[in-house]
């Protein structure tokens, strides 16, 4: 099963309006990685957080992790219709070698 | 620069039917090599990985294998698919990092439909 659950789902909202998603994971990580997916399209990296890291900023992604509740927040500023797309949290493991575990993604919309 | 090939883009295949899915990379040694499925509109389940040469880690069972005869090289197959394999393929690369999951590179991604 997956282990990173994102929330919402879906999310909808205006141009400029800032869009947050939220991760959340059941075991102990190294790390948490974002990616964005366009439609029919391969997964792009977008932000890694350590587990040692509280926040980490990227243009305008900003992302958050709290260990102590096994979750993370990612929020686009001034979203742009562009922005149009699927995002996916995923967790790497401190054991377990290499591998992501990736959550069931949120679907964003960004309307004109 | 690194880039990473998949191909055939797309496919549609009869039930039965044995199926090749290649995937390469390019400008980088002895990277980790991954696949994934994706059902439509879910996120990723990942099928096997690779370390290294000739080693293959199968997370689910299923009706696929892998191979990777080299380096760069990793390959998705079957003897007989089922209904059930249609999907978007994705594989993907990072480099090895003891003690850690670095970040994947992705490739473009192969849709097979099973009819």
């Known amino acids: 099963s997956q282990q990173g659950e994102e929330d919402p789902q879906a999310l909808s909202i205006q141009e400029g309006e800032n869009a947050t998603m939220n991760c959340s994971y059941k075991t102990s990580i190294n790390n948490l990685q974002w990616y964005r997916q366009n439609s029919g399209r391969g997964l792009v990296h977008l932000i890694l957080?350590?587990?040692?890291?509280r926040e980490k900023h990227s243009g305008r992604l900003r992302v958050t992790l709290d260990t102590s509740k096994k979750s993370s927040s990612l929020l686009i500023t001034a979203s742009r219709a562009a922005d149009t797309a699927s995002y996916f949290c995923a967790t790497g493991r401190i054991q377990g070698a290499q591998k992501l575990v990736f959550g069931q993604g949120t679907r964003l919309t960004i309307n004109p | 620069s690194q880039t990473i090939h998949q191909w055939p883009a797309t496919l549609v295949q009869p039930v039965g039917s044995p199926l090749s899915l290649e995937c390469t990379v390019e400008g980088t040694s002895n990277p980790n090599l991954y696949w994934y499925r994706q059902a439509a509109g879910r996120g990723l389940q990942l099928l096997f990985y690779s370390v290294g040469i000739g080693q293959i880690s199968s997370e689910v069972p299923q009706n696929l294998s892998a191979s990777r005869p080299q380096d760069r090289q990793f390959i998705l197959s079957s003897k007989k698919l089922l209904l059930s394999d249609s999907g978007f393929y994705l594989c993907a690369w990072s480099v090895f990092e003891t003690g850690g999951s670095n970040e994947q590179f992705f490739g473009p991604g192969t849709r097979l439909t099973v009819l």
């Open positions: 957080i350590r587990s040692n890291e």
